[in-house]
């Protein structure tokens, strides 16, 4: 599983997301906004209602924080 997490300075979700994944020894890629990406590059990318994080599982959306989060416990990676 390769895991994708968008995000952006000061997110306290991102960082969450980042530490469960790191927890749960899962390898991702991390794309931080104003360095990797535009605000419009992410909204043209995800939609306007779009919320940091972002997370993708093999280039598959699960969504923010608390999607990701459910996703690996249901899968027991957490």
């Known amino acids: 599983m390769n895991f994708t997490v968008y995000s952006k300075t000061d997110c306290p979700y991102c ?3 980042k530490q469960v994944l790191t927890l749960a020894e899962l390898p991702y890629v991390e794309y931080q906004q ?3 990406f535009t605000r419009d590059e992410f909204v043209s990318e995800f939609g306007e209602s779009a919320t940091y994080p972002r ?3 093999n280039e598959e959306v699960l969504g ?12 027991k990676l957490v």
């Open 15 to 17: 960082t969450k997301v």
């Open 55 to 57: 997370v993708l599982k």
């Open 64 to 75: 923010g924080c608390s999607e990701t989060v459910k996703f690996l416990r249901e899968n």
């Open 34 to 36: 104003d360095r990797d």
